[in-house]
């Protein structure tokens, strides 16, 4: 297969997986409007800074957390969702939805790229509970204030390394 080729099958492969994302999250908390063709621009948008931007910096394969980290803040930066349950939002309001989809997306992308017995067993310590909840809910806060055209991939890549890593342990020990 030449590089046009998987480039066209790696652009598809992403639409497929944010338009998933997209209907999944839409379901589960609520009936969402996005902009015309939201995973088609995501996906430009997308695979510019992973092209510009972020590949110059890495010398090596680009790993799903970084992959993630570039998605949501493509996500957050074109703000796809407009409404919800038929109601225009205001732009505070539109940017915490959007900031929630950016994180939905992400671990799901992160889900995605797993291996079907990927999940580590985790160690069920309430602690860790408490801490992913507010990691998460910071996290998001962050996404919905952050300055829109900020990409800080590196940033957003080692949150989801740790709070992956974290979701490990808690699994790890809820299995043992």
């Not at 997209?22 to 015309?36: A, L, P, R, V, W």
């Not at 890549?157 to 490990?168: E, I, K, L, P």
Request: with cysteine; aromatic share 12%.
């Amino acid at each position: 297969m030449i590089d046009a080729d998987k480039k066209l099958l790696k652009i598809g492969n992403r639409i497929e997986a944010l338009e998933r994302a997209f209907d999944q999250f839409s379901y589960k908390y609520g009936n969402y409007t996005f902009i015309e063709d939201a995973s088609v621009k995501i996906c430009g948008v997308y695979f510019k800074i992973l092209d510009n931007y972020l590949r110059p910096l890495v010398p090596t394969k680009i790993n799903k957390f970084k992959i993630a980290a570039c998605t949501a803040m493509t996500i957050v930066k074109l703000q796809p969702i407009t409404h919800k349950n038929d109601k225009l939002l205001d732009e505070m309001a539109q940017r915490k939805e959007n900031a929630s989809l950016a994180f939905y997306t992400g671990v799901s992308i992160i889900l995605d790229t797993m291996q079907p017995n990927g999940v580590a067993k985790d160690t069920g310590i309430s602690v860790i509970d408490d801490s992913l909840q507010e990691i998460k809910k910071q996290h998001i806060k962050w996404l919905e204030l952050k300055k829109l055209n900020d990409f800080s991939i590196f940033p957003v890549a080692s949150f989801y390394y740790v709070f992956f890593t974290m979701f490990n342990i808690k699994y790890n020990a809820l299995m043992n």
